[in-house]
């Protein structure tokens, strides 16, 4: 997949929020853990999880987790 975004300068490609998910999703945990730990509903998390697969131009968790090793957000 091929991330067509592109980013102004000084501006990050996720939001706090979603760094916070991110790491989470990347640790393993599931949609109700990240909701539990961030003490939010699963139907906030979702929208967050389905954003960083967009912005970072991966179809899924298991590719995001290799374009994250390999982009070096982890």
Partial sequence: AV???VLLPGKALFSKREKE???????GK????IAIVLNVS???INPH?????TKSGC???VEL?????KEGWI
């Fill in 21 to 27: 998910v991110l790491q989470m999703m990347l640790a």
């Fill in 65 to 69: 987790g290799s374009k994250s090793v």
């Fill in 3 to 5: 991330n067509s975004q």
């Fill in 59 to 61: 179809a899924s968790p």
């Fill in 49 to 53: 999880r389905k954003n960083i697969l």
């Fill in 30 to 33: 599931c949609t109700t853990e």
């Fill in 42 to 44: 699963v139907h906030t």
